[in-house]
């Protein structure tokens, strides 16, 4: 097997501390998804120790003061080009709860923004962090006349728990109080993050794109059955 190297690991970065004046800005309506996305800012913000300010007129501007914003996921496309940190409730969820924090990871190349975030919310609600890496087998598994022979396949995915192992050090050293299991799943991305989302209080993503949500970010979205963070790199 031919090893793929991964990129060096960004160096962590802890989420600066709440400045003076910052807020949790939630984009409310008088709608039930939009009243669900206000009440989990309302518990995310005590959770912080912010005010919220809820916005009842839809618009793509965020104040410079958010710290965080919350909209209901069928608006994902009015604040997707947010500079901070973007939570996306489901229009069918309920009452924000304590769970496990489940981070998306490319093991091979780390979104560093999603990973801080990711972190320091399991710190400051005192869960466990998942770190899901979805991977699949590589293209020249699709030559092999007679299948994937079970070494291969063994050795294939220790190479995948390694870089993942690898990438997650720089934030495990960094917090090391922050209990963490490493999940590597023969799966999509989006598969292995969605089958979480059931029991799991926040799914947390990067966005790469300056302008705008990537796929792995809006098929969650759609599926996830909890609240979806998606933080800009």
């Known amino acids: 097997m ?35 996305a206000v009440r989990w800012a309302s518990w995310e913000a005590t959770r912080r120790g ?23 996921a069928r608006h994902l496309d009015t604040v997707s080009g947010s500079p901070c940190p973007v939570v996306l409730v489901p229009e069918e969820f309920g009452e924000p709860f304590l769970a496990e924090v489940v981070l998306g990871v490319d093991a091979r190349d780390p979104a560093a923004g999603a990973a801080g975030f990711a972190f320091d919310t399991a710190r400051r609600w005192g869960v466990r962090l998942r770190a899901v890496h979805g ?19 063994g050795a294939w995915e220790d190479h995948e728990v390694q870089l993942l192992s690898d990438a997650l050090r720089p934030w495990r050293e960094q ?59």
Request: charged content about 20%; proline content about 14%; hydrophobic content about 40%.
């Open 50 to 72: 912010l005010p919220l300010r809820v916005n009842r007129h839809w618009t793509p501007a965020v104040p410079e003061a958010a710290e965080l914003v919350v909209a209901d």
């Open 175 to 233: 917090c090391p109080e922050v209990e963490v299991l490493e999940d590597v799943r023969l799966l999509t991305p989006v598969q292995a993050l969605v089958r979480r989302s059931a029991s799991s209080g926040l799914l947390v993503v990067g966005r790469r794109e300056p302008g705008g949500l990537g796929s792995v970010a809006r098929g969650l979205v759609h599926e996830s059955r909890c609240p979806v963070a998606v933080v800009p790199s």
């Open 2 to 36: 031919t090893s793929t190297p991964a990129h060096p690991a960004p160096h962590p970065e802890r989420p600066a501390a709440p400045g003076p004046g910052r807020v949790v800005v939630a984009h409310g309506g008088r709608s039930t998804p939009c009243r669900a």
């Open 135 to 153: 991977w699949r087998f590589p293209s020249c598994s699709a030559e092999l006349p007679f299948g994937i022979p079970e070494e291969d396949r």
